[in-house]
């Protein structure tokens, strides 16, 4: 009996079930790639990383998700085997979301940090090969994103250590290096606002069909924003971080807007200042008999149900990810430090650097969870196999980029932890050049149709900006690489076999006739 419009609801149903757990294992799993860097050099804290990647991942996934995801829906398994049953479709990619996500679900709680774009490559082909053998995979698609494996890290590395050795060079290794970072820190400002717009513009929105654009236009776009960028870091941004770095001015970071209307700030008292580093002033206390009353009463208060689920919602973010070790210190010591001032200059570079890095992951990784949905939806809908390449529907982009954030709010500390700053010495300056490097490599790739890493990026990048660091190889903590390497090893297989085993024992099990 051929399949009739709307049959067969329960697949949806487990479709939309197991690609929100896949999409929330991305968030989980991939979060570090994005912020790791920035929390490991101290430029963000867990919570503030993790509040602004939800933004990023989401806005990534939602406005330029479309592309990459097709790519993943129609590039790996011939469809058209399908054609007469396209509810074993709707089936093999059910089992594909649950091989996917029961693998990167059972790393994140190990802290594994591994490829999605592998586990679901690895559960689509293993459902492909249990339902029809060998000849139902595109094994050139298969191969062109094997080969993307290895490209990416190599291109993600030498992009990342030409910008950060460019950097030493130009900056860090001079004896004046704080004066020729105020002078510099504008162009790099716009060089990277106008790489990163123009790629974005490029790559296009599905909603806005930015990518329908002439050439030119995206480029005097991008170099006009880029423009504006630059005449405010020069007129505003440079002189306020003159006056707090060179001047140690004690300035709030709005003042960045119009700070050429504050007047010189001086530090208060020296006495109050060591009165408040001694604790004689709490920070609890607003002055008050009140308030300093209620900082003696220690008495642990009962939480509400509501508060109960909002402290266990939010535990995710109250982890210390620096965990300190004898072998991690000795890394972090081969490395070369430079002037402290003047890596601050990079803090909030680095912060938008990793920005469009979190973007361009959302953009790239939601297609690992949403592309199996996205055919399961479609044989629902039409009870026919879609050959056409029907554009994912904007719903199923939310969905996706809801389950992401949710993921990185409350599991995603676990992966930033085992990256985080274990790998090598990572300071403001160094997380800036891995954070462009890498949303370079995965925004190009993702333009292409290319479903790549980003965890192999970021790795690929972080190991090469560690190489640069100045201490070579010693600069590098090789055990970690090799137990990430590992992982990626296994993460394939694993995921094909349980999504193939389960589509093997369904297909082949009895049934009411």
């Not at 939309?16 to 920035?38: E, K, P, Q, T």
């Not at 990647?53 to 330029?64: D, I, N, Q, W």
């Not at 679901?120 to 595109?138: D, H, L, P, W, Y």
């Not at 055919?375 to 009870?383: G, S």
């Amino acid at each position: 009996m051929a399949m009739l419009e709307g049959d067969y609801t329960f697949l949806f149903a487990l479709g939309m079930i197991f690609a929100f757990l896949d999409s929330y294992g991305i968030g989980a799993n991939d979060v570090s790639n994005s912020f790791g860097a920035a929390v490991g050099s101290g430029a963000l804290n867990l919570k503030q990383a993790v509040l602004i990647a939800s933004v990023c991942e989401f806005l990534g996934a939602f406005l330029m998700g479309s592309e990459t995801a097709d790519t993943i829906k129609g590039g790996l398994i011939d469809v058209n085997l399908f054609s007469d049953q396209p509810e074993l479709l709707m089936l093999a990619m059910v089992c594909a979301l649950v091989g996917s996500s029961t693998w990167v679900l059972f790393a994140s709680s190990r802290g594994l940090p591994v490829s999605t774009t592998h586990a679901i490559v690895g559960a689509i082909t293993g459902a492909g090969i249990a339902g029809f053998g060998f000849n139902t995979v595109q094994w050139s698609g298969v191969g062109m994103i094997v080969l993307s494996w290895v490209i990416s890290p190599i291109v993600a590395g030498l992009v990342t250590a030409g910008i950060f050795v460019f950097t030493r060079w130009l900056i860090l290794q001079h004896k004046t290096s704080l004066n020729r970072g105020l002078n510099a820190i504008p162009y790099y400002f716009a060089v990277t606002i106008a790489i990163n717009v123009f790629y974005i513009i490029f790559k296009g929105s599905p909603g806005l069909s930015l990518s329908k654009l002439p050439i030119g236009a995206i480029i005097g776009i991008s170099f006009g924003i880029a423009l504006v960028v630059f005449l405010w870091c020069n007129f505003f941004l440079k002189v306020y971080l003159r006056r707090k770095l060179e001047n140690d001015e004690p300035l709030q970071w709005y003042h960045t807007f119009y700070i050429r209307f504050v007047s010189t700030r001086t530090h208060p008292a020296e006495s109050i200042v060591e009165e408040c580093k001694s604790g004689a002033l709490d920070d609890s206390s607003d002055g008050t008999v009140n308030s300093g009353l209620a900082a003696l009463d220690d008495t642990p208060k009962k939480l509400t149900l509501v508060q109960k689920i909002k402290a266990k919602a939010m535990a995710g973010m109250n982890h210390d990810i620096k965990e300190s070790s004898e072998a991690v210190d000795n890394i972090h010591d081969n490395s070369t430090k430079f002037d402290a001032k003047t890596e601050q200059l990079f803090c909030t570079l680095q912060v938008l650097t990793a920005c469009f890095s979190s973007f361009a992951h959302g953009s790239n990784d939601v297609a690992n969870a949403i592309g199996p949905l996205t055919t399961i939806y479609y044989v629902w809908k039409h009870a026919a196999v879609d050959v056409t390449g029907t554009p994912v529907p904007a719903w199923i982009l939310a969905y996706g980029g809801i389950a992401i954030d949710i993921g990185l709010l409350t599991y995603g500390y676990r992966v930033m932890a085992t990256l985080g700053n274990n790998i090598t010495f990572m300071s403001p300056s160094r997380g800036f050049s891995v954070s462009l490097g890498t949303s370079l490599t995965v925004l190009t790739c993702s333009k292409l149709g290319m479903p790549v890493s980003s965890t192999h990026c970021i790795t690929g990048s972080t190991a090469a900006v560690g190489l640069a660091s100045g201490g070579g190889r010693k600069s590098i903590n090789w055990k970690i690489l090799a137990h990430i390497g590992s992982s990626w090893l296994m993460t394939l297989p694993a995921a094909g076999v349980v999504s193939g085993l389960i589509f093997a024992i369904i297909i082949n099990s009895p049934h009411k006739m």
